[in-house]
């Protein structure tokens, strides 16, 4: 079956970095996208992968390991309004996304 | 600004009676979906349409329906909402150039069931 797991909950201090994880289990595999989250409003996207390695976009990185399964999301300089969910997602081989339940990330001051 | 656009933000139903959502957008996209989503889960795939070819997921209820007239509009019929169909329904486009398929979401509709 298709799968992906990431951790529910984590909490991190302003300023600091945090990295958040995901693994991913797809019949195929066309790229690994990552989706921040307010509550109660609509995912906005942060970073597509589909090679191996590391893609920085300002505060904000994804690394993708495709023989791994795995991929992460590193947050650095962590402000308050960061505090969302965070949702990981893979592209099937149908090129449709399946969905983590995302991780809610607490920023504490 | 080019978007997607979800009508109304919220909705609120009596058990059993009808509802339709409706989403739009301005980005001259080929795909729509319709997502459920409920709390602190996953978005769940409930229809997509690749510009007017319809696909059905194999676990949505019977109970949804949808329309999409043109390329611009999509409808969500809610048949006879039951207390568990009280979510979050969110619309979303893409491109379909695959194999990137970023998707573009609306605000949502968040469906009460009295």
């Known amino acids: 079956g298709q799968n992906i797991d990431q951790p529910t909950e984590m909490t991190a201090t302003e300023g600091a970095i945090v990295q958040i994880n995901c693994t991913y289990q797809?019949?195929?595999?066309?790229?690994l996208f990552w989706y921040q989250q307010h509550a109660g409003e609509a995912p906005t996207f942060l970073s597509y992968n589909v090679l191996d390695g590391l893609e920085e976009k300002g505060r904000f990185s994804s690394f993708l390991s495709r023989s791994k399964g795995y991929s992460y999301l590193l947050l650095k300089e962590l402000q308050m309004k960061d505090s969302a969910s965070y949702l990981c997602?893979?592209?099937?081989?149908?090129?449709?996304?399946?969905w983590g339940a995302g991780t809610k990330l607490i920023i504490k001051p | 600004d080019a978007m997607v656009i979800q009508n109304p933000r919220y909705q609120v139903t009596q058990f059993g009676k009808p509802v339709t959502l409706s989403c739009s957008q301005t980005?001259?996209?080929?795909?729509m979906y319709w997502y459920q989503q409920k709390s602190s889960q996953a978005p769940k795939l409930l229809f997509h349409y690749y510009d007017k070819d319809f696909n059905n997921e194999a676990d949505t209820p019977d109970n949804f329906q949808s329309r999409r007239p043109n390329t611009s509009f999509c409808f969500l019929d809610i048949r006879s909402p039951g207390l568990g169909d009280a979510a979050m329904y969110l619309c979303a486009t893409s491109s379909g150039t695959e194999p990137y398929n970023e998707q573009f979401f609306g605000p949502g509709t968040r469906l009460t069931v009295l």
């Open positions: 997602a893979a592209e099937d081989s149908n090129y449709q996304l399946i």
């Open positions: 797809t019949s195929g595999f066309n790229g």
């Open positions: 980005l001259n996209h080929n795909v």
